[in-house]
């Protein structure tokens, strides 16, 4: 058997099975490679002739194919039925024939191109197979190719980027920047010619960040480092004496000068012209240092961009269009670098504007990109916003009535036409020049040009405004804090256009606003939107949802959402608004949605048209929102959820214990979307309702029951489709926070639901990559993702995802999630089924949004568990669910945690995080009768988990003090100073997590953990206690470790690392830097009460008493401020607490060196009853007892303060707060009894007659 052209026809018409297919495959791999090889000679001289179409289309299979086959040789002999040195002997026998074909002038193009991706696999394949001869056929090929090069010609071009492409290791282990720069030294005669040289130029440059990758990954394996190699990667940082700012310092301005020149030639074409963009691009975004080597490359680079981006287009070419869009994408790429923006950004030194007045200039690249050339006398070029503005303008689809008459869709949130893209584009590239310029420096031309176009009244212009003020507020949010009233203004005069664009674009621009609107109290600089301007947005947006065209109806019932739900920038900010600023508007809200889209006919489910159903799934959205927010003052507006439930059931036929779809009612995927937004908003509306504390349950239970006896005839029927799954799960989990205990009944019928979708194998496939086979067919499937890469010794494959059961199985795992919360210990029956399910997805290595909720899901599956054994009395009994899931799952979130390796996924990170703190939290609280946990993690458990948390704690704290110092980089740019901070911020929440993890289990295992803390945690923590380290947050990490084993892990542990605390604790209370960081100064102030009990002899005299006097200064507040005023509360109590264990409590160590203890002790008791903190509070309460028994404090004198801080204390353990012990409560009762004897009873009853009632009731009741 061989390769013959009648064997290449058939593989060209295939017949169905494939045999012609199986023949090849049947033919051995050196045969193949041998006879395609000595084929494509024949076909090359062959197809040299344009009109042999068969020829052609032989080569360019054969070609394929022995690509292919060359891809394979690099796999394992198992695979090929090679050895290493077989194959690279058979590599090396094809070698020079295929450059010798490459060579071939009289061949085609197109077989020539063909050939020459057959040689670059090559060298991919032989680096894999056996480096050294990779790196010597690389040396060679370097030689055969830089003739060619060197002349400038495009195929030996493009060949050198396909070889720099598949082999960046071996190109850079051969090559130098000397030796590369001898390829491009021709003269550039072409644009096709400039295109493929600036092409291979980038590539090579991009092989070099490649190759620096796979050097500092440490991997051996020469397959894993070819793998690593392929995958395209962000660089963000530029390395001037690098090999590729060497080649751009050589190279490009001669490139860059035939660029401009190209461009200017109207005979150029504008497709070749974008095409030398994108590789500027590309690399920009990959190896910014060939582009900005040094300071006059990439001015060279930007001059040449924005001469580009200047083309005159007076025809609209689309072509031409797409050239400006390109050079624009060059600029906007290279100047999001940060070493680049930092340079473009700031501010030269200061130069004088007048007399005693200093001022920074912008940096004349700055002012370049913003203003164009037009401070010069000659100069006409516009400025990066210009130019994308008015490609905002003309950008966009002008059939204007065509647009309003498409009908919205469900899941098209941007609505908009595809003939909108270059607008979309401009807009989007607008963005990023704000957010890379500094909104300082853009805002201001933005708003010239804001005033120019709102000059004229046309359509096009008031939408692009209303799109760019929308694309400013996102990308300079604080810089655009003062213009967020004349924004306001603008979108609520326009929304009142007649023009159906405009209003869309400003319910978009009103979306976005709510969405900025503060809604945390401390939020700096604050957006009041809703606060200044809610009534008059939602008046506005009440008309529009009215709307006859469904596009603006549908996205003004998504403006009422991002109104209720917005804030703090994100779509969903998870707090809640204030009621009083939804309440007063809900009625006329809801009157304008029955009139408009709640009015739609239910009867005739087959007249329904697609864009009213969208509509209507949208209102019914935006009611629930109004209910979520407005929460039980919704209650009046409860008659609602009866048109729901009607919807709810849209199109179906109910019979006793059977739902089907009514006849002659086709099911679509919209109609189903209808009936799940109408129970999941029915859900919502009775858990609003239902209030806080469950007050008006019972308004929700008739529906409730309604809505579950539904959903669990269609859990156990055949037609669960007629509702999307996860909406109907989604359902049932509010409703089960509602119904607590009497849900269980219906968690046989759900749950078996949300363990199907859990453990459901997930589909994943690898196969060949057909896309260049001539007559292949590889169509995508809804809900397939696939990506192509090329696999050593297999070649190039297509790895297909259903991501459509990705997002089953988050859906499945919040769903899990909602119902243990809900149910609490009522879950216990079904928590071992559901961590069976569950866990794998912890590792999910195809979602991180898997992987999250998963953590989550596990943790109250674990909570459950705990409070069922605590509720039962169970002890750590090793075979209880919670004893036998607590060390599995800590080690397979710590374990995942330390895989988690994408830095920006900061998100996943801090779920699975906060999953693990809160699974060492319940184990170490939750206690069965007799007092013992029941659950507890061993000390070998332990000793594995804390060394990986210690290891993730470093590379968080490395990541902090990365965006600390770019913080200090960025001191000219607030709006850039404000995102490193919310990604400090994150990591700072991500440590603490990590931290308390670590806390809990010193907690919990107590003197044992001891050895665990000396091996991991001491070191590391040491040097951070120091006021040299800059990170706040770092240094309170440590503090609170200190802290925890001074008090847990026995005396031996607390007398070796006391001294070490105490310099920690003087250096936070001494630094004037850290007076911002409150945190810190309660953990310090805490751990001197752990001192003072636990090591106190290792407590100077001296030292203690400046400490004495620095926490009777933070403690005296409470002289002259309510606790409920305070702002600081914790931070004082823990004062009044060490000051007490310093001077006053039991062996206190500065007892005997002050002898005048009044002060303090008046201090203590105003402190008291010490409410933060339990722990705490019993110390100090059991205290306050030894201090009136040995009359340090009178009772006759004090009698009115102790009878307010027993009261007090009485009654918040009434409320479940275990501030005391049940033995301090029978000797503050003896107090009670100490002060009866000595205090007339008129004075008793007039200090009894000013407490609180409740304190009151609390006294007489523990009297009787």
């Known amino acids: ?178 030796t590369l720069s001898s390829l491009f030294r021709g003269n550039i005669a072409s644009l096709e010619t400039l295109e493929a040289a600036l092409g291979a130029l980038c590539e090579v440059g991009i092989a070099y960040e490649k190759a620096k990758r796979v050097a500092q990954s440490g991997k051996d394996d020469e397959i894993e480092k070819a793998l690593l190699a392929q995958f395209p990667e962000t660089c963000t940082s530029v390395n001037s004496s690098s090999p590729p700012a060497q080649l751009g310092k050589l190279l490009l301005p001669s490139m860059l000068e035939a660029l401009v020149r190209f461009s200017v030639q109207p005979s150029s074409p504008a497709i070749i012209l974008s095409d030398c963009a994108t590789h500027l691009a590309t690399c920009a975004d990959r190896c910014p240092s060939l582009l900005a080597g040094d300071a006059a490359s990439l001015e060279a680079v930007m001059r040449a961009c924005m001469s580009v981006a200047q083309v005159a287009n007076s025809q609209e070419d689309e072509d031409v269009t797409y050239l400006k869009l390109s050079a624009l994408d060059v600029l906007a790429t290279i100047s999001a670098v940060p070493q680049i923006k930092r340079s473009i950004m700031k501010p030269t030194s200061p130069s004088p504007r007048s007399v005693g007045e200093m001022g920074h200039q912008s940096s004349p690249l700055l002012q370049f990109l913003i203003q164009g050339d037009a401070g010069n006398a000659a100069g006409d070029q516009k400025g990066v916003l210009y130019l994308c503005a008015e490609l905002a303008v003309m950008g966009v689809d002008d059939d204007e009535q065509g647009w309003a008459a498409e009908p919205a869709k469900v899941h098209d949130a941007e609505s908009s036409w595809e003939d909108d893209r270059t607008a979309l584009h401009a807009e989007s590239l607008l963005e990023s020049f704000v957010e890379n310029l500094g909104g300082s420096s853009t805002l201001p031309a933005v708003f010239q040009l ?69 809604v945390e109290a401390d939020a700096e600089p604050r957006i009041l939107v809703r606060e200044r301007y809610g009534g008059r947005i939602l008046e506005a947006v009440a008309c529009l949802v009215k709307s006859s065209c469904t596009k603006v109806a549908s996205h003004a019932c998504l403006t009422v959402v991002s109104y209720c739900r917005g804030g703090n920038f994100s779509d969903n900010c998870q707090a809640s608004i204030e009621k009083g600023l939804i309440v007063p508007y809900v009625g006329s809200l809801l009157d304008a949605l029955r009139s408009g889209p709640l009015s739609a006919d239910l009867t005739n489910p087959n007249a329904m048209k697609e864009g009213s159903l969208a509509v209507l799934i949208r209102a019914i959205g935006a009611v629930a929102c109004l209910a979520d927010a407005s929460g039980e003052e919704f209650l009046p507006h409860y008659g609602v959820v009866s048109g729901l439930t009607a919807c709810a059931i849209f199109g179906l036929e109910t019979s006793g214990p059977v739902i089907k779809m009514a006849a002659n009612v086709k099911n679509t995927h919209e109609m189903a979307t209808l009936r799940g937004s109408a129970i999941e908003a029915a859900s919502i509306i009775g858990q609003a309702v239902a209030g806080p504390e469950g007050e008006n349950v019972l308004t929700f239970a008739k529906d409730a029951s309604e809505i579950m006896n539904l959903a669990t005839i269609l859990l156990n029927g055949e037609t669960a489709d007629v509702i999307p799954m ?179 996924d900061v998100e996943n990170r801090y779920a699975i995080a906060d999953a693990l703190s809160e699974v060492m939290w319940d184990a170490f609280t939750h206690k069965a009768g007799n007092g013992e946990r029941v659950a507890q993690i061993s000390v070998g458990d332990a000793r594995e988990i804390v060394g990986g948390l210690m290891s993730l704690i470093s590379s968080c704290l490395t990541r902090r003090s990365t965006l600390l110092s770019e913080m200090a980089d960025y001191s000219f740019d607030n709006d850039e100073i404000a995102r490193c901070d919310e990604r400090a911020r994150a990591e700072s929440e991500y440590l603490t997590h990590l931290v308390d993890s670590v806390g809990y289990q010193l907690k919990s295992l107590g003197e044992s953990f001891a050895p665990v803390f000396a091996e991991s945690v001491a070191g590391p923590m040491c040097q951070l206690l120091k006021a040299s380290s800059n990170d706040v947050r770092a240094r309170l990490a440590a503090v609170c470790l200190f802290d925890d084993c001074v008090e847990h892990c026995g005396s031996s542990a607390a007398n070796a690392y006391a001294s070490i605390l105490l310099e920690g604790i003087q250096e936070a209370l001494n630094d004037n830097s850290t007076n911002d960081d409150v945190e810190l100064k309660q953990a310090a102030v805490y751990g001197i009460a752990q001192v003072a009990r636990h090591a106190p002899k290792l407590l100077p005299p001296m030292q203690g008493q400046d400490l004495l006097r620095k926490v009777y200064n933070i403690a005296k507040e409470v002289e002259t401020v309510s606790k409920n005023d305070m702002e600081h509360v914790v931070l004082v109590e823990n004062a009044v607490s060490s000051m007490a264990s310093l001077v006053l409590l039991k062996g206190s160590p500065l007892s005997d060196l002050v002898s005048d203890k009044g002060a303090f002790a008046d201090v203590f008791l105003r402190g008291l009853p010490i409410e933060q903190d339990f722990d705490e509070a019993k110390i100090c309460h059991d205290g306050l007892c030894d201090l009136v028994e040995s009359n340090i404090i009178n009772p006759q004198t004090e009698y009115r303060t102790l009878i307010r801080i027993i009261g007090k204390i009485l009654v918040l353990v009434s409320e479940g707060d275990e501030v005391a012990s049940q033995n301090t409560i029978l000797r503050l009762m003896s107090v009670i009894g100490k002060i009866q004897q000595s205090v007339d009873g008129n004075s008793i009853q007039a200090a009894f007659s000013v407490l609180e009632s409740e304190a009151q009731e609390a006294l007489v009741s523990a009297m009787q």
């Not at 068969?54 to 299979?61: F, Q, T, V």
């Not at 988050?810 to 149910?823: D, G, I, K, T, V």
């Not at 409070?867 to 080690?891: C, K, V």
């Open 1 to 178: 058997m061989s390769v013959t052209i009648d064997l290449l026809d058939s593989m060209l018409t295939p017949t169905p099975g494939q045999p012609a297919e199986a023949h090849y495959r049947s033919i051995s791999l050196p045969n193949r490679v041998r006879e395609l090889t000595s084929l494509l000679g024949r076909l090359c001289g062959a197809a040299a002739d344009a009109s042999d179409a068969a020829n052609a289309g032989r080569g360019m299979l054969a070609a394929v194919l022995l690509r292919r086959d060359v891809a394979s040789l690099a796999g394992a002999e198992a695979m090929t039925g090679l050895s290493a040195s077989a194959a690279v002997s058979l590599m090396g026998e094809i070698a020079e024939p295929l450059l010798a074909l490459f060579a071939k002038e009289d061949a085609s193009k197109q077989s020539r191109r063909q050939v020459g991706h057959c040689v670059a696999e090559l060298c991919g394949s032989l680096s894999v197979t056996n480096a050294e001869s990779g790196n010597e056929w690389m040396k060679v090929l370097l030689g055969r190719l830089e003739p060619g090069c060197a002349a400038m010609d495009t195929m030996y071009l493009r060949l050198l980027a396909s070889v720099a492409e598949r082999s960046p290791v071996a190109l850079w282990s051969v090559g130098t920047a000397e």
């Open 726 to 904: 996860e909406q109907l799960l989604a359902a049932c989990a509010r409703i089960a926070a509602v119904m607590g205990s009497q849900y269980v009944q219906f968690m046989p019928s759900v749950l078996p639901h949300i363990l199907k979708r859990a453990i459901e194998k997930l589909e994943v496939s690898i196969t060949d990559d057909t896309d260049g086979v001539p007559n292949s067919n590889d169509d995508g499937d809804d809900g397939i993702e696939g990506y192509s890469v090329s696999i050593p010794g297999m070649g190039s494959k297509k790895v297909k995802i259903n991501t459509s059961q990705l997002e089953e199985k988050a859906q499945a795992a919040r769903a899990l999630y909602e119902h243990a919360n809900s149910l609490g210990k009522e879950f216990a029956p079904f928590v071992e089924a559901s961590a069976t399910a569950f866990l794998p997805l912890v590792h999910c290595e195809y979602s991180g949004d898997v992987r999250s909720t998963s953590s989550q899901a596990l943790c109250q599956v674990f909570k459950a568990a705990c409070l069922s054994a605590a509720a039962n009395d169970s002890s750590n009994n090793a075979q209880g669910p919670a004893q036998t899931l607590l060390p599995i799952l800590a080690r397979a979130l710590t374990k995942q945690l330390s895989e988690e390796v994408d830095e920006d």
């Open 450 to 518: 804001v005033d120019q176009l709102l000059a004229s009244a046309s359509w096009r212009n008031q939408r692009a405004v209303l799109s760019m003020l929308e694309r400013c507020l996102a990308a300079a949010p604080i810089t655009f804090v003062p213009h967020v009233p004349a924004t306001v203004d603008a979108a609520l005069r326009l929304i009142s256009s007649a023009s159906p664009r405009v209003q869309y674009q400003a319910l978009q621009l009103l979306g976005s606003l709510c969405c900025a609107n503060s």
